[in-house]
């Protein structure tokens, strides 16, 4: 789920009609299948803050579920490992690697960190949505509903992260989770639950897919 500063400071949820920046200005966003009704907005709440000892048990989940995610990795062929991404990228979001490649190209940002991100908020489904109403590969709050744009869009909101933050990985991707307001609030990764457990989960399938 994607959040974005307000001009006070606190965070919203991107309203995906308005773009991230000048450049998607004039592409509509895509939307769902006639048959595909998105859920009313629920109400969200502050999110829990937990303890340290919460956190380190968050950590060593999520280092054993990448283990394991990298133990089953299937190893690709000489033609596509000569590509941007790692070799331990899975399928289903190796399927989106023209796109990703792009995004990555327009925005300056390594592939394999869109594709654990991507991987991390979807698993690569296209069709993935959210209770809160997050839409796509990079749920995107109410975002749209085209691959190429949905990317295209993901891939903006974390490379402002990214400059905002002067490079920290980190605390980019915590941004993108809980909102820009929370980091700013507990002057670093948010003590949340779900934030915690996303940040360590891209960070460690990044690590793994630049690996090789």
Do not use: C
């Not at 979001?93 to 991390?120: C, F, H, Q």
């Not at 809160?132 to 590969?137: E, P, R």
């Amino acid at each position: 789920m994607v959040m974005a500063p307000t001009p006070d400071g606190e965070s919203e949820q991107v309203d995906a009609e308005v773009p991230v920046d000048p450049g998607l200005a004039s592409e509509p966003s895509s939307t769902p299948a006639a048959s595909t009704v998105l859920p009313a907005p629920s109400p969200t709440p502050e999110p829990e803050v937990i303890s340290p000892e919460e956190i380190e048990r968050i950590q060593a989940a999520a280092k054993a579920a990448i283990a394991a995610e990298a133990a089953r990795a299937t190893p690709v062929s000489a033609a596509v490992a000569s590509t941007k991404l790692g070799s331990a990228v899975p399928p289903d979001v190796r399927r989106w690697e023209g796109m990703i490649l792009a995004a990555s190209d327009r925005y300056k940002i390594d592939p394999n960190l869109i594709a654990a991100l991507m991987m991390t908020e979807s698993g690569g489904h296209e069709n993935a949505l959210s209770p809160v109403g997050a839409v796509g590969l990079m749920q995107i709050m109410y975002g749209p509903w085209d691959p190429e744009t949905n990317i295209r869009q993901g891939t903006a909101i974390l490379a402002s992260n990214l400059r905002r933050y002067s490079g920290r990985v980190d605390l980019a991707l915590a941004g993108y989770n809980a909102g820009n307001g929370a980091v700013a609030k507990y002057g670093g990764i948010p003590p949340y639950r779900e934030t915690r457990a996303h940040v360590f989960r891209v960070l460690l399938r990044y690590e793994l897919y630049s690996a090789g």
